[in-house]
């Protein structure tokens, strides 16, 4: 599949001082990660929204699921695909999403002695509502939905918020007080960021993007069932035109489009941990024609089902 690089937006000059804090912060926030990980993997924390993600070698392309979420790399780099856009960042970088998206992600960059640490910090779209309703910006014009991925230049306070709450995985007790506080400020900064009009609009209710969040959590619910436009666009209350326009601008693609790689990353999801074979897999996520599941999938991740997983499970 030929892709598409978005280029990161041009960073605003940055003064020597605050780069050094930004590095400062960069430096303690690995520390602390490799602290808490020591291994490669995914490790969730004592703060429910947090976890981090460890690699001490670049990863072949997976296919995920991306939620809403801060995604702050402090070592390394990695780069994540929609549909045929191409979206790269590393330690100066952090990526952010505001709606699920169906997503190819690989690690670029990371070794044995430097490996890729990032902070993952999931966007609850309520919290982010109710801040929206607080927030200055809330009485300005919403521009209009754009797409619910975006990389931007690391900004020093929005990192000394993460290392903050970081260190209080130090201290347990605190974390039931402390913690709300500062999710909340780097909600706040998100919000205040050039990213901030993407955020706001998962937080204003009747707004286009957030019916079109809507429209993602109903197709997320029901990848398996026969996909009726007419049926989503009322549930959200947009016609179908619109949904469809503005649907596209958020994910990089049709509803179908989406609903198809829900389905095809289910089905080898399933066929890797749950180890039922090809047609039940095609079956159990709404595909009737076994052939056509088999067309796909390898239209889709470059080899029919078997052999795909076997060399996922291989490497």
């Given at each position: 599949m030929?892709?598409?690089?978005?280029?990161a937006q041009?960073?605003?000059?940055?003064?020597?001082?605050?780069e050094?804090?930004i590095?400062e912060?960069?430096?303690?926030?690995?520390e602390?990660i490799?602290?808490?990980?020591?291994?490669d993997g995914?490790?969730?924390?004592a703060i429910d929204?947090?976890?981090?993600s460890?690699?001490?070698?670049?990863?072949?392309?997976?296919?995920a699921l991306?939620?809403?979420?801060?995604?702050?790399?402090v070592?390394g780099s990695?780069?994540?695909?929609l549909?045929?856009?191409?979206y790269q960042?590393?330690?100066s970088?952090?990526l952010?999403?505001?709606?699920?998206l169906?997503?190819t992600?690989q690690v670029t960059q990371a070794s044995?002695e430097q490996?890729?640490?990032?902070?993952v910090?999931?966007l609850p779209?309520?919290?982010i509502?109710?801040?929206?309703?607080?927030a200055?910006e809330a009485s300005a014009?919403l521009?209009?939905?754009?797409r619910?991925?975006?990389v931007s230049?690391?900004?020093?306070?929005l990192?000394?918020?993460a290392?903050?709450?970081?260190?209080?995985?130090?201290?347990?007790q605190d974390?039931?007080?402390?913690?709300?506080l500062?999710?909340?400020e780097?909600?706040y900064?998100?919000?205040?960021?050039?990213q901030?009009g993407?955020?706001?609009h998962i937080?204003?209710a009747?707004?286009?993007?957030?019916?079109?969040a809507?429209?993602i959590g109903?197709?997320r619910?029901n990848?398996h069932q026969p996909?009726r436009?007419?049926?989503i666009a009322?549930q959200?209350h947009?016609s179908?035109?619109?949904?469809?326009?503005?649907?596209k601008?958020?994910?990089?693609?049709?509803?179908?489009?989406?609903q198809?790689q829900l389905r095809?990353q289910?089905a080898?999801?399933?066929?890797?941990t749950?180890?039922v074979d090809a047609?039940?897999?095609g079956?159990?996520?709404?595909y009737?024609s076994?052939s056509?599941?088999?067309?796909?999938?390898?239209r889709m991740f470059?080899?029919p089902?078997?052999r795909?997983?076997?060399?996922?499970?291989?490497?």
């Open positions: 030929e892709t598409t690089p978005v280029p041009i960073p605003t000059p940055v003064s020597s001082g605050l050094s804090r590095e912060r960069r430096a303690l926030l690995a602390a490799e602290r808490f990980t020591g291994h995914i490790h969730t924390t929204a947090l976890r981090f460890r690699l001490s070698a670049p990863s072949a392309p997976m296919g991306q939620e809403p979420s801060l995604c702050l790399i070592q990695k780069q994540t695909l549909g045929d856009e191409v960042y590393d330690a970088r952090y952010l999403a505001s709606v699920d169906p997503i992600g044995a490996p890729y640490l990032c902070f910090l999931k779209p309520t919290d509502a109710a801040l929206v309703t607080q200055e014009p521009p209009p939905p754009s619910g991925i975006a230049q690391c900004d020093p306070d990192m000394d918020a290392l903050r709450l970081v260190r209080l995985l130090d201290s347990p974390i039931p007080l402390l913690a709300p500062i999710l909340r780097i909600h900064r998100l919000l205040r960021s050039e901030g993407m955020l706001r937080g204003v009747d707004s286009q993007g957030h019916r079109v809507r429209a109903w197709l619910q990848f996909l436009i007419d049926h009322r959200v947009m179908p035109s619109a949904l469809h326009h503005h649907f601008a958020v994910t990089a693609m049709s509803p179908l489009q989406y198809k095809l289910e080898r999801r399933l066929m890797l749950e180890v047609a039940t897999a079956h159990r996520v709404g009737e076994p056509q599941f088999s067309r796909e999938y390898s470059g080899a089902p078997v795909d997983v076997e060399r996922l499970r291989t490497s």
